[in-house]
């Protein structure tokens, strides 16, 4: 990610994330990746190709986005509705997460700059709301 604006540490927290949200003996059928943007990681569900016709390309389905503020050096997080608009997630509910893993320091112990934590706690409040992949 150069020339990204995104912290180089909190992306490659994100990647780990990703892959451990499906387990390894599922990942032929369905994996959890990001797209990086400007400002901004696009978590994305990936199929494979259900037909021979459509070619080697699996799909790529937005499922959230993460937004970082450089001058604040703060996450954001969004979800995504059925129209594919991108709406921010209730903050009452990340907040209270982030503030008690905060406090605990349980959340993701490796996490060690200023923005991670916050980060990765969002990341598993959201993941414990939302979805994950059976185990």
């Given at each position: 990610m150069a020339g990204s604006r ?127 992949w059976p185990r």
């Amino acid at each position: 990610m150069a020339g990204s604006r995104l912290p180089e540490l909190d992306a490659e927290r994100v990647r780990r994330w990703c892959r451990q949200r499906v387990p390894e003996h599922l990942r032929d059928q369905v994996r959890v990746e990001f797209d990086a943007g400007p400002g901004y990681l696009t978590i994305v569900e990936c199929r494979p190709p259900w037909r021979k016709d459509m070619g080697p390309d699996w799909t790529r389905f937005p499922i959230a986005r993460l937004r970082y503020t450089k001058a604040a050096k703060h996450w954001s997080l969004y979800w995504r509705d059925r129209n594919l608009r991108f709406h921010r997630y209730d903050r009452r509910i990340v907040n209270t997460y982030v503030t008690r893993a905060g406090q605990t320091g349980r959340a993701f112990p490796e996490a060690r700059s200023r923005t991670s934590p916050k980060l990765s706690a969002m990341l598993a409040a959201w993941a414990c709301s939302s979805w994950s992949w059976p185990r």
